[in-house]
Nanobody, 126 residues
Framework: QVQLVESGGGLVQAGGSLRLSCVAS????????WGWFRQAPGKEREFVAG????????KYVDSVKGRFTISRDNAGNAVYLQMNSLKPEDTAVYYC???????????????????WGQGTQVTVSS
């Protein structure tokens, strides 16, 4: 089993920044992709950003392009989401996920991901 633990969420004013981290433990695999999703109250879970194992392929939802950056550490056991210029509409619970898929692919579909963290709350005040 793989356990994913997120951290770094919190309360920030609009225009501020946060950096989310997600660390994998347990039976980790080197060749998997990472994704960040978010879910706001009353809304469906939404893909935010993803990165492949090699770190050379990233994908973002249009609403965060230019503001959020996903990255991973060289060992492949952690992924980060740098969030800048935060907006109130970014308020949600953020989840990281691992996809045991072909290394070069980044999926934006939640059902493609095999392991999930418990989530971390991000609240952006206006």
């Amino acid at each position: 089993q793989v356990q994913l633990v997120e951290s770094g969420g919190g309360l920030v004013q609009a225009g501020g920044s946060l950096r989310l981290s997600c660390v994998a433990s347990g039976r980790t695999f080197r060749s998997y992709a990472w994704g960040w999703f978010r879910q706001a109250p009353g809304k469906e879970r939404e893909f935010v950003a993803g990165i492949n194992w090699h770190g050379d392929n990233t994908k973002y939802v249009d609403s965060v392009k230019g503001r959020f950056t996903i990255s991973r550490d060289n060992a492949g056991n952690a992924v980060y989401l740098q969030m800048n210029s935060l907006k109130p509409e970014d308020t949600a619970v953020y989840y990281c996920a691992a996809d045991l898929a072909v290394a070069g692919i980044v999926s934006s579909i939640a059902a493609d991901y095999d392991y999930w963290g418990q989530g971390t709350q991000v609240t952006v005040s206006s």
